[in-house]
């Protein structure tokens, strides 16, 4: 999946890399010297990490979907 379509804010799925499994809001996005893309996850708990956008892949929430 191409992660160029990541905005602050996103529901997110982590399916790679140490935090596997985990999900959050998507916060703070950067790319890198060598153009990787860098993104911070806030857990709903408050816990925060910082992953690889190509790690994640943006999760719709239909509740939200629904109300629009």
Do not use: P
Request: aromatic share 2%; proline share 0%.
């Amino acid at each position: 999946m191409n992660n160029t379509s990541l905005k602050d804010g996103d529901n997110c799925q982590v399916i790679g890399g140490t935090h596997k499994g985990k999900s959050g809001i998507v916060r703070d996005i950067n790319t890198s010297k060598t153009g990787h893309i860098t993104i911070t996850v806030v857990q709903e708990n408050g816990v925060r990490f910082k992953t690889l956008g190509r790690n994640v892949i943006v999760v719709t929430d239909n509740k939200k979907e629904a109300a629009s």
